[in-house]
């Protein structure tokens, strides 16, 4: 363990006023990278289904819900605090 201790810490330390970012300030800067990496991951496992699906899937599902003439929601009851 004390090896690898020694190959990681760096041989002089930088001096705080030299420092660009503190630990708080990089950490808030690589968050958003890991997260949009993984926006990336979910876009292509989608592309991969959509691609497997076969063209006259993507397009019926598109129809289905973009064009059909009857709204989604009245499918559902509603409900009204009132009655």
């Known amino acids: ?3 690898i201790a020694k190959l990681i810490e ?4 930088i001096d705080e006023s030299k420092k660009r970012f503190n630990n708080r300030a990089l ?3 690589i968050v958003p990278i890991i997260e ?3 926006v990336l991951l979910v876009g292509i496992a989608d592309s ?3 691609s497997s699906a076969g063209k006259e899937a993507v397009s019926d599902t598109f129809a289905y819900i973009f064009i059909s003439p009857a ?3 009245h499918a559902w009851p509603t409900f ?3 009655a």
């Open 36 to 38: 949009q990496f993984l």
């Open 10 to 13: 760096p041989r002089t330390q």
């Open 71 to 73: 709204p989604l929601c």
């Open 80 to 82: 009204s605090p009132m």
């Open 48 to 50: 991969l289904m959509a």
């Open 27 to 29: 950490l808030a800067l």
């Open 1 to 3: 363990m004390h090896i």
